[in-house]
């Protein structure tokens, strides 16, 4: 269904919200405070099928663009019945910055605030959010900052109702778009970044350009969103990877100037955007046991320098120091392991009990590995620091089976659902009467 662009009928009524002034004051200093309590403030007004199009908007820290940005939606969206959902994480005045225009705006104003300990999956996961909450069949997704200019919602809705597309993207790489005001260095890395995601899934985007891009317009009923599995900024990307047999398109756009505020920018997101693309690229099980792998490359490394200090200086006879150097590699890889394998390195329950397991896994894995190593040396000659190497490669799967079933298996979320938690509680303003 394409969105009713023109039908007086599929407006709601016009009106005040059933809040004064005095109300959304007081509202937007509890939120500001933090006083969050689950409760709708305005009653729903009509279907879901009244409103053409839901406008989702992740934000954090930015109060200063709310007016501004609402503002030009309004004017841009005179003739679409729409509503406004802001998924926030801001620890500013934002939350009541938006509550406060709320109380003065006519379309339905919806505010979920994440608050901290609940902001899983970055600005990806609070779009995965606003999706589930949204009302229209068509949700338009863009930034707060006025970088994404509202005046080109109008071409993504035009080209939805031409073409009949699941996804329209705004594309700063297509005919007439343009970066903008991009310096050498962000333009460089938007276009590196743009190439390795185009290099990894050569099918998926064929024929897009700009699969970085976070202002898109898309069909809900396109795409699983219990299926995406947010991290950082690029959401798209994430879609794209995931869904399958998706109508795309795009529609060119020069990328805004910050209206206020600063960008959220920076070398972790570069580096969330990295493990994204690899996580994408590669299914779960496989990036697991790719870091395994690498920490247990590490933790080799550990254990070869140990028993050549405890072989060679000490002059311990082989076996022994290599189940000394066994302690110091274990306690090494589970740290690591622990923190960069199963993600487990905020979780302070269960470590006792995993790091137990852990050691037990690889003494008792020293006592397959001890035989192997004295055949390997006592018989057929080979030096004790290369049968170490041999022995402990030889087990390597089993360790990785034993460690992901048994030790973090419980500590693992599950694969198939977004990995952040539901938010709750949430404070829904300011809807149209």
């Not at 509890?30 to 934000?59: E, F, M, N, R, Y």
């Not at 699941?166 to 938007?190: H, K, M, N, P, Q």
């Not at 960069?340 to 269960?350: Q, Y």
């Not at 006592?378 to 030889?394: D, K, P, Q, T």
């Amino acid at each position: 269904m394409s969105p009713k662009l023109d039908d007086p009928a599929t407006r709601q009524a016009g009106g005040a919200s059933d809040l004064s002034l005095d109300d959304g004051s007081a509202i937007a200093r509890s939120i500001a405070h933090g006083a969050l309590p689950a409760i709708d403030l305005v009653p729903s007004a009509g279907a879901p099928d009244a409103i053409a199009l839901s406008v989702l908007i992740p934000t954090r820290n930015e109060a200063g663009n709310i007016a501004a940005l609402l503002d030009r939606l309004e004017a841009a969206l005179s003739r679409v019945s729409f509503e406004v959902l802001f998924v926030d994480d801001s620890d500013d005045e934002t939350p009541g910055v938006i509550a406060a225009e709320a109380v003065r705006r006519r379309e339905r104003i919806v505010l979920l605030h994440r608050p901290p300990g609940a902001r899983g999956g970055g600005l990806g996961g609070a779009v995965v959010h606003g999706l589930r909450e949204a009302r229209a069949e068509w949700v338009c997704v863009m930034d707060a900052d006025l970088q994404h200019p509202p005046e080109v919602v109008p071409r993504l809705l035009d080209q939805v109702r031409d073409r009949q597309d699941d996804l329209v993207i705004a594309s700063r790489y297509c005919e007439s778009g343009t970066v903008g005001s991009f310096g050498r260095t962000r333009a460089t890395f938007s276009r590196g970044s743009t190439l390795a995601a185009r290099a990894a899934f050569p099918d998926r985007l064929r024929g897009v350009t700009d699969p970085m891009s976070g202002f898109f317009l898309i069909r809900r009923s396109a795409i699983d969103a219990e299926a995406l599995q947010p991290t950082g900024f690029k959401i798209l990307l994430e879609i794209l990877a995931r869904s399958r047999r998706l109508r795309v398109s795009e529609v060119p756009f020069e990328f805004g100037t910050r209206h206020a505020g600063h960008s959220k920018a920076s070398a972790r997101e570069g580096l969330r955007y990295v493990r994204q693309l690899a996580g994408l690229r590669l299914n779960d099980d496989a990036l697991r046991f790719l870091k395994f792998g690498l920490v247990g490359a590490s933790g080799l490394l550990v254990n070869s320098l140990l028993l050549a200090f405890n072989a060679g200086v000490l002059g311990l006879f082989y076996l022994i120091a290599a189940l000394l150097a066994t302690q110091g590699s274990t306690a090494w890889n589970f740290a690591l392991t622990e923190r960069l394998v199963f993600l487990s390195g905020r979780r302070s329950e269960g470590r006792r009990r995993r790091c137990v397991l852990f050691f037990a896994m690889n003494n008792v894995a020293f006592g397959l590995r001890g035989p192997m190593m004295f055949v390997l040396t006592s018989a057929l000659g080979m030096h004790y620091l290369w049968s170490n190497i041999v022995s402990m490669l030889a087990l390597m799967i089993l360790r990785y089976t034993t460690a992901d079933r048994w030790i973090w298996g419980s500590a693992q979320p599950p694969l198939t659902v977004p990995a952040y938690p539901v938010v709750s509680p949430a404070v829904k303003v300011g809807e149209g009467a």
